[in-house]
């Protein structure tokens, strides 16, 4: 049954994770797109770099990164592997509840981030102004699928690895009664040799 339970969970957190992995391809494109914008658009080389677009790269590689640490998490069933997926997970909710709290918290918000030569973070803040109610299921999804990954993973820690990793059989171990209390015995083959048997003449 706890095999069951187990195999069970360890197919979900990978669709979770899944999920996590796709949002991060996602932010991978979308942001390789502005890059090949940018560069089109801006042949002097003296602008300041546009943060924006590297911001939203190398989110969307952490969050690749962190789905096939949770794949491999989840496989393994290690708890190493689990620690160091959970800590991967809580920091990226931390990062993203910081941005939260100081986006609806401050009302000079834009003032905390650098000036943005490309003006795609201006873009991307009046596309979530527009859409601001699909815009807000999709955020609350994704740290649904964060906060269900980490549930996943701390129910699988909790039923430990697989029982056939950790222990041999019992059939690889020798117990006392199998030997006779002699000092000298010898184990005999399961097998005799005997000479070659010919036929009657």
């Not at 797109?33 to 602008?47: K, L, V």
């Not at 911001?55 to 590689?61: E, N, Q, V, W």
């Not at 998490?73 to 931390?94: P, S």
């Not at 596309?127 to 955020?139: P, Q």
Request: proline share 4%; glycine share 6%; hydrophobic share 45%.
């Amino acid at each position: 049954m706890t095999r069951m339970l187990r195999s069970c969970i360890q197919a979900l957190l990978k669709l979770v994770n899944s999920f996590i992995g796709m949002f991060g391809m996602a932010m991978i494109i979308y942001s390789i797109w502005m890059i090949r914008a940018w560069h089109r658009q801006i042949h002097d080389f003296d602008f300041p770099a546009p943060w924006f677009m590297y911001t939203m790269l190398g989110l969307g590689a952490t969050l690749c990164v962190i789905t096939c640490s949770g794949h491999i998490a989840a496989e393994t069933a290690n708890g190493c592997c689990l620690y160091c997926y959970l800590v991967f997970i809580v920091l990226f909710l931390m990062l993203e509840g910081a941005v939260t709290m100081d986006v609806f918290l401050n009302r000079n918000w834009e003032e905390d981030f650098p000036e943005d030569p490309s003006g795609n973070f201006y873009e991307f803040k009046d596309f979530i102004s527009d859409n601001f109610e699909i815009c807000k299921w999709i955020g609350f999804s994704v740290i649904a699928v964060q906060g269900l990954s980490v549930f996943l993973a701390l129910i699988l820690k909790a039923l430990g690895p697989h029982q056939e990793r950790q222990y041999d059989s019992d059939d690889d171990y020798a117990t006392l009664e199998d030997y006779p209390v002699l000092r000298n015995y010898v184990k005999q083959p399961a097998y005799v040799v005997a000479g070659p048997v010919y036929g009657t003449r």
